[in-house]
């Protein structure tokens, strides 16, 4: 059984920067799709980045140039690196894994529901 879990989120002020940390087990194939997702209060879910299992990234929109996904193997964990962090960027964020080639492109209104499994999600705050 697959298993994520999030750590790292927390409270920044506008332009600073946080690294969030998603620790994933469980994984019975080699290849696979990992995903950052958010979702603010009162807004739709969002898809944030994708890395598949042979590194190809993806990003939202409204996060590229800021923000970047990447995958330690050895210690099985994938990052989400969030530069410039605005006040919109406050949500709570999720990571999520699914078996095959990542399916969906990054961007507002993405459910995830091609994604099996998530993490409790982490809280990022971002002050003006």
């Known amino acids: 059984q697959v298993q994520v879990v999030e750590s790292g989120g927390g409270s920044v002020q506008s332009g600073g920067s946080l690294r969030l940390s998603c620790a994933a087990s469980?994984?019975?194939?080699?290849?696979?799709?990992m995903a950052w997702f958010r979702q603010a209060p009162g807004k739709e879910r969002e898809g944030v980045a994708t890395?598949?299992?042979?590194?190809?990234?993806r990003y939202a929109d409204s996060v590229k140039g800021r923000f970047t996904i990447s995958q330690d193997n050895a210690k099985n964990t994938l990052y989400l690196q969030m530069n410039s962090l605005k006040p919109e960027d406050t949500a709570m964020y999720y990571c999520?894994?699914?078996?095959?080639?990542?399916?969906?492109?990054?961007?507002?209104?993405?459910?995830?529901?091609?994604?099996?499994?998530w993490g409790p999600g982490t809280q990022v705050t971002v002050s003006s």
């Open positions: 999520a894994a699914s078996y095959g080639p990542c399916q969906v492109v990054p961007g507002p209104n993405i459910s995830g529901r091609s994604f099996a499994y």
């Open positions: 469980g994984f019975s194939d080699s290849r696979y799709c």
């Open positions: 890395r598949d299992s042979i590194g190809s990234t």
